[in-house]
């Protein structure tokens, strides 16, 4: 039983359903990829595997101090969790850590993308996807040199991220030609990919439950059974209030942001916070201006990510719990990030905002394992790279319940 249906949770139904179990799958929304997974920033980005902490993000943080349109935005609340998540943080920034995390990084995205374009060949999937790469352009000339830095350091791991200067930049995506008087130069990854995340969920769901995959939609969690070292149910409530006790032989937490609700009861601490990202999906007219190959602007940590007609437009990260309203002015960061680069981009009505809960850990590398009951398994914290990492996390657990070896090596418990 997988407890949770966004693209994790139902990337793990279908791997395990190939595997040969019978599966089914909780959820209680009324489809699959509705909540952190349906308005994300569209990125298939290994490229992105360098942890949020690393050394150089002190700098940033004095630098957005007090600033509400912020790209990482701290609300200090009285929430030991939040607390305790700040603090190894900082552990994490270590250079060693650091290092370590973006190999673990870049090891689960690179077989996770590969996992992703075979499904996609093998289902013949639609998702609007491209894969014409993600370029990362850069406006300061420090940042530059350290992403170049990291760069090299990606391409030790196995990725091909290059660094590029503003003239190729421009090649890639001639759309940026209105901002080519800020470009200092970017790094480019060409194997990497574009695509949206709710689309490709809500098919691979309905392709999943042509295989015998059984939904339980519309059904919300409230606890976690147990009998000695087994889980032995999971208590629900359906949208009509209607109650019931549903068992399986094994239990795979894939509830994101919700997974340490669901496992403090049982004295499972998991290092997993909420980061609010927010997102802005834009009706292009025809014949704008606006580019093709996904794009992150790492001067305002804005990701844009080309979905047939529609623009993408996504980014910033607001640790404020688990509040889900939207906040007008990061809301309107995201336009004017938009603006900024693309000038004359002609959009069709009022941008369409939204806001979700990304599962973080302090250390960026997802809880991927057992935990503690010989029959429960988690699946959860990837963070901003879940849309990146569903297919390999996917696989990978599959393997590790059905007794085979699992590549990369797991488990794979990040902190």
Not at 7 to 24: I, K, P
């Amino acid at each position: 039983m997988v407890l949770g249906a966004g693209v994790v949770g139902t990337a793990s139904a279908w791997y395990l359903a190939q595997a040969g179990h019978e599966v089914s799958v909780v959820e209680r929304q009324a489809v699959a990829g509705n909540e952190t997974s349906y308005a994300n920033g569209g990125q298939i980005s290994v490229s992105h595997a360098e942890p949020w902490a690393n050394p150089h993000v002190f700098g940033n943080l004095l630098k957005w101090l007090g600033r509400e349109d912020a790209p990482l935005l701290w609300r200090w609340r009285a929430d030991p969790a939040q607390l305790a998540w700040g603090a190894r943080f900082l552990f994490e920034c270590l250079p060693a850590r650091t290092r370590r995390n973006m190999a673990a990084i870049v090891s689960l995205s690179l077989y996770s993308r590969s996992r992703l374009q075979a499904l996609r060949a093998e289902l013949g999937l639609d998702y609007d996807h491209l894969e014409r790469g993600i370029l990362h352009i850069y406006t300061d000339p420090r940042e530059f040199e350290m992403a170049s830095q990291a760069a090299a350091l990606m391409r030790e791991f196995g990725l091909d991220r290059h660094t590029v200067d503003a003239a190729r930049c421009l090649e890639l995506e001639p759309a940026l030609g209105d901002a080519r008087h800020l470009l200092v130069g970017g790094d480019y990854t060409a194997s990497d990919e574009s695509g949206d995340a709710h689309k490709f969920t809500r098919a691979l769901a309905e392709r999943a439950q042509e295989a015998g995959v059984c939904f339980h939609y519309g059904c919300s969690i409230e606890r976690l059974l147990v009998s000695g070292q087994q889980i032995v149910g999971v208590d629900t409530v359906s949208a009509e209030g209607v109650r019931q006790t549903l068992q399986a032989d094994a239990y795979v937490v894939a509830l994101g942001s919700y997974s340490p609700h669901l496992l403090r009861p049982l004295g499972i601490g998991l290092p997993v916070y909420p980061a609010k990202g927010y997102s802005a999906t834009l009706t292009l007219a025809d014949g704008t201006t606006a580019p093709t190959v996904s794009l992150t602007d790492d001067e305002r940590k804005i990701v844009f990510s080309r979905l047939g007609n529609r623009l993408r437009v996504a980014g910033t990260a607001e640790f404020n719990g688990y509040n889900l309203d939207l906040n007008p002015v990061r809301s309107q960061a995201l336009l004017d990030g938009a603006r900024r680069l693309f000038p004359r981009l002609e959009i069709l009505g009022e941008p369409e905002y939204w806001c979700g809960l990304r599962p973080a850990t302090p250390s960026n590398v997802p809880n991927i394992g057992r935990r503690r009951y010989s029959n429960l398994w988690l699946n959860t914290g990837h963070g901003t790279l879940g849309w990146t990492m569903a297919c390999g996390s996917g696989a990978a657990l599959a393997d590790l319940i059905s007794g085979r070896r699992a590549e990369p090596e797991f488990p794979f418990i990040g902190c």
